[in-house]
C-alpha cells in the first residue's frame, strides 16, 4: 500500500490505522447491557429487524441539510443519531463545509473529529472540492448494540457503504463496520471519543467497483467471514427498518 493510499484509507476508516476483517468476540462484562428495541422479526441474512430507520429518528436537521438532530434520550434515539452521525463522518464531498460544520455541531467535545477534520482540510485544500467519499448508511444499514445508558452514553457499531475517488488511484467500494460512542449532552445525542477502536470491534470488505452493488447473501457473508476463512458470528447484529435487503 502506497504512503497516499494508507492517507485516504485512514480517512475512511475513522482514523484507525489499518482495516482488517475479524470476528466481533467482545470479552469482558458489560456495566450495562444493551436495549436493542422491539424486534420485527428476521430479514433472510439473520438479522433482527429494527424500527429504527436510516435518515430519520431527529425532529431537525444540522447544517449540512442531511444529518437528522435533535433526537429523544432512548436507546432507539441513540442508534438512530450513531447511524446517521456515521454518514457524516464518512463523507467528504464538494459539500463539505456544511458537513464539517455538522460534524462539530454534533461533537460532545469540539477536538473529538479534529484528526478527521484536519486531514480532510488536507486534502481538499490540495485537490479542491471534489466527492471524493459518498457514504450510505441505509443499503446495508446493519448496526450492533454493545451497551446503552438512556440518557447518558451508548456504545454501537455502526455500518456504512462508502464510495471512494479519491485522486490517483480506482475506484472502489467499502462496506465496514466500526463502533460509535454517543452522549446525552445538551437535550441532544453527541459524538464522543473516536479513537478506542479495536480491530476486533470491526468489519470491512473492499469491492474494486466504482458503483454500489445490490447487497447479496454473497456480500454479506463475504463481509461475515474473517481473514482464517471463519464465519464471524452475527449474535446481536440487527438491521434498520429501511435497509434494501
Given at each position: 500500500m502506497t504512503r497516499k493510499?494508507?492517507?485516504?484509507?485512514?480517512?475512511?476508516?475513522?482514523?484507525?490505522?489499518?482495516v482488517?476483517?475479524?470476528?466481533?468476540?467482545?470479552?469482558?462484562?458489560?456495566?450495562t447491557e444493551p436495549s436493542p428495541g422491539a424486534s420485527l422479526g428476521?430479514?433472510?441474512?439473520?438479522?433482527?429487524?429494527?424500527?429504527v430507520k436510516a435518515g430519520e429518528g431527529g425532529t431537525k436537521l444540522g447544517?449540512?441539510?442531511?444529518?437528522?438532530i435533535g433526537y429523544?434520550?432512548?436507546?432507539?434515539?441513540?442508534?438512530?443519531?450513531?447511524?446517521?452521525?456515521?454518514?457524516?463522518i464518512q463523507t467528504t464531498d464538494s459539500k463539505w463545509a456544511k458537513t464539517r460544520e455538522t460534524l462539530?455541531?454534533?461533537?460532545?467535545?469540539?477536538?473529538?473529529?479534529g484528526s478527521r477534520i484536519e486531514i480532510t482540510d488536507e486534502l481538499v485544500k490540495k485537490y479542491g472540492l471534489k466527492d471524493f467519499v459518498s457514504a450510505d448508511v441505509q443499503t446495508l444499514g446493519i448496526f450492533k448494540p454493545l451497551n446503552c445508558e438512556a440518557g447518558k452514553i451508548v456504545r454501537v457499531i455502526v455500518s456504512d457503504i462508502s464510495t471512494l475517488r479519491y485522486p490517483d488511484t480506482s475506484p472502489s467500494v467499502m462496506l465496514q463496520a466500526a463502533p460509535l460512542e454517543v452522549l446525552w449532552q445538551d437535550g441532544?445525542?453527541?459524538?464522543?471519543s473516536l479513537t478506542n477502536i479495536t480491530a476486533s470491534e470491526s468489519l470491512s470488505l473492499e469491492l474494486q467497483t466504482d458503483t454500489v452493488p445490490e447487497v447479496s447473501k454473497e456480500i454479506i457473508d463475504a463481509l461475515f467471514t474473517a481473514d482464517d476463512g471463519q464465519a464471524i458470528s452475527r449474535e446481536g447484529w440487527m438491521v434498520v427498518n429501511n435497509a434494501a435487503h
Amino acid at each position: 500500500m502506497t504512503r497516499k493510499r494508507a492517507l485516504l484509507i485512514t480517512v475512511l476508516v475513522l482514523l484507525v490505522a489499518s482495516v482488517v476483517t475479524a470476528s466481533i468476540m467482545l470479552s469482558g462484562k458489560r456495566a450495562t447491557e444493551p436495549s436493542p428495541g422491539a424486534s420485527l422479526g428476521t430479514n433472510a441474512e439473520g438479522f433482527e429487524i429494527s424500527p429504527v430507520k436510516a435518515g430519520e429518528g431527529g425532529t431537525k436537521l444540522g447544517p449540512d441539510g442531511v444529518t437528522p438532530i435533535g433526537y429523544p434520550p432512548t436507546c432507539e434515539g441513540a442508534y438512530a443519531a450513531a447511524i446517521n452521525y456515521r454518514r457524516a463522518i464518512q463523507t467528504t464531498d464538494s459539500k463539505w463545509a456544511k458537513t464539517r460544520e455538522t460534524l462539530l455541531l454534533v461533537s460532545a467535545d469540539p477536538t473529538a473529529l479534529g484528526s478527521r477534520i484536519e486531514i480532510t482540510d488536507e486534502l481538499v485544500k490540495k485537490y479542491g472540492l471534489k466527492d471524493f467519499v459518498s457514504a450510505d448508511v441505509q443499503t446495508l444499514g446493519i448496526f450492533k448494540p454493545l451497551n446503552c445508558e438512556a440518557g447518558k452514553i451508548v456504545r454501537v457499531i455502526v455500518s456504512d457503504i462508502s464510495t471512494l475517488r479519491y485522486p490517483d488511484t480506482s475506484p472502489s467500494v467499502m462496506l465496514q463496520a466500526a463502533p460509535l460512542e454517543v452522549l446525552w449532552q445538551d437535550g441532544d445525542w453527541k459524538l464522543g471519543s473516536l479513537t478506542n477502536i479495536t480491530a476486533s470491534e470491526s468489519l470491512s470488505l473492499e469491492l474494486q467497483t466504482d458503483t454500489v452493488p445490490e447487497v447479496s447473501k454473497e456480500i454479506i457473508d463475504a463481509l461475515f467471514t474473517a481473514d482464517d476463512g471463519q464465519a464471524i458470528s452475527r449474535e446481536g447484529w440487527m438491521v434498520v427498518n429501511n435497509a434494501a435487503h
